[in-house]
């Protein structure tokens, strides 16, 4: 039994065909992208692309799957590169080492990819993603916040007018209106978000303006994210 005769007895030969001749670009490989990854690569998908200009640091062992003592300070593409290579060694996978951005845009060959996933930070840089996705013609599924959020039971995935309680989805919402886009998949959380400590509360010596987090919203966000991807090149 080889590794993918399990997927063969749900999809079968021509649905892994389709999914091995698939070119999958994942913008972001953080808490929710490192895991959309990780399932394209366990499912088949033949072709990854991996854009993140950061390194794994200390803090990401909370709830990366890329991030180990062994993997800090590393670049996040390199080191997803050699996962997805150690699970399936001919997935085709190319690092992109660097920001996404609207002034380098350009440089991304939206073209050649068949589904694009939009796991960043950034509302600039997602709004990129989408527009250029649409201009190539290539489905593009968007990840909306996942941090100060405990509950992964309250992720759902929705057409982007339909989301509700989530703060990035409200912008986004705004932002895409405003760009006359009228459809956009996305993951999101109907979760309140959960108001965090203070510093005085936690102890910690300084805190950056960023959101709590925990494993289990980003994993199962990413997880989501990949099973939407598989449906859609599988045309399910």
Known sequence: MDQFERIRMLIGDDGLAKLRASKVAVFGIGGVGGYVCEALARSGVGALELIDHDRVSESNLNRQII???DSIGRL???VMAERIHSICPDTEVT???CFFLPENAGEFPFETYSYAVDAV???AAKI??????REAGVPVISSMGTGNKMNPGELKVADITKTRVCPLAR????EMKKRGVEQLKVVYSEEEPMVQLSKAETGAESRKIAPGSMIF???AAGLMIASEVVKDLLGQ
């Not at 912008?171 to 705004?174: A, E, G, P, T």
């Open 121 to 123: 930070d950034t509302v």
């Open 95 to 97: 690092q992109r080492p």
């Open 67 to 69: 991030a180990t003592r």
């Open 217 to 219: 919203v980003p994993a």
């Open 128 to 133: 990129e993603i989408i527009l250029c996705a």
């Open 171 to 174: 912008v986004m919402r705004r």
């Open 76 to 78: 996040k593409t390199e």
